[in-house]
């Protein structure tokens, strides 16, 4: 029996953030007394947003070899600043922003990726380093950029709701299932899960493991841009630091679902849970009044890292 539990969670590794999604609703069951499933939209609506660039995290990281992408919070908050600068707050300017934000996307990924694998530059320091660099043009920006606001209709797409859901889950849900399907079912997915986990072997296989390193970073670029688009819309605005609470949070939702830190396996379905635990720990400790959900969020991601560090050794021994 204990091997048999033992062996689900090894293969369903969401179902621990499952169970902590769990155990949190029913402490604010507890503290609110009186939150429901329909309460739960806000939450869907917070981890709608972080899903978005946690899949593109994910991704980079399932490449393996330590790789991983800082440079998201800098894309986020940029392409922001992008939707309004180039949407003038008008409905007719949506859709050329919502190219810009896309080319924004691409060029950042691009770059990342010929940083990481022309010039060998560890995708650590080079994503840090680019993420630095959009920082600063945002900062140029918000200098030059006259304050219109959000385009009505970015604003209803981001705020509306069907029924109980928030439109910003249903597309979140739908971004995540076609990235589920992409992993699962198509020879890019399972050339990715070969790459990250062994890379010398997937080359010698004939897989071109390179185009496959710089799809992920390019993919990552353009989920955090959309991010910063869509988030523009919901916030009605953007500003400096707006995709700071993703560097982190990115990295969480992705190793607490079930990710393997040391690439060659992913699972999109462990990453939603994890970004929907991270919000709800975040709006437990909110309620609660306790100031202390970085902490928190924190411990959670390190204790996550160490089990899965403790692991990897013994699998080695």
């Known amino acids: 029996m204990r091997e048999a539990i033992g062996t689900l969670t090894r293969r369903r590794r969401w179902i621990w953030p499952l169970l902590g999604i769990l155990l949190l609703w029913a402490a604010l069951v507890v503290l609110t007394d009186r939150f429901s499933v329909y309460s739960l939209s806000g939450v869907a609506t917070s981890a709608a947003f972080l899903l978005l660039p946690a899949l593109g995290q994910m991704l980079v990281i399932t490449t393996g070899r330590g790789n991983i992408d800082l440079s998201l919070p800098s894309v986020v908050t940029l392409s922001a600043y992008l939707t309004i600068a180039v949407s003038g707050g008008r409905d007719a300017g949506v859709l050329p922003a919502f190219a810009a934000v896309l080319a924004c996307g691409l060029v950042v990924g691009t770059c990342n990726a ?3 694998l022309v010039l060998r530059i560890p995708a650590m320091i080079a994503t840090l380093a680019s993420g630095y ?8 920006l918000n200098g030059v ?3 219109a606001g959000s385009a009505p209709s970015l604003v209803s797409a981001t705020s509306g709701r ?5 439109y910003i889950a249903i597309g979140a849900v739908l971004v995540a299932a076609a990235c589920a399907v992409m992993l699962s079912f198509s020879s890019w997915g399972r050339k990715l899960a070969a790459v990250g986990q062994n890379p010398e072997a997937a080359r010698l296989s004939g897989i071109k493991t390179r185009r496959v390193d710089a799809s992920a970073f390019i993919a990552s670029s353009i989920l955090a841009s959309l991010t910063g688009f869509l988030l523009s819309g919901y916030a009605g605005d953007a500003f400096l630091e707006m995709g700071a609470p993703y560097l982190l949070q990115s990295v969480g939702a992705v190793v607490l679902g079930g990710t393997l830190i040391s690439g060659g396996a992913a699972t999109t379905l462990g990453t939603a849970m994890g970004a929907f635990l991270l919000v709800m720990i975040v709006t437990t400790m909110q309620i609660a009044g306790l100031p202390v959900q970085d902490i928190l969020q924190g411990t959670a991601i390190i204790a996550v890292l160490s089990l899965a560090g403790n692991r990897t050794q013994l699998r080695g021994r």
């Open 162 to 166: 069907l029924g109980p859901l928030p």
């Open 114 to 116: 010929l940083t990481v």
């Open 145 to 147: 950029i006259r304050a």
């Open 133 to 140: 660099i959009l920082a600063t043009a945002t900062l140029v």
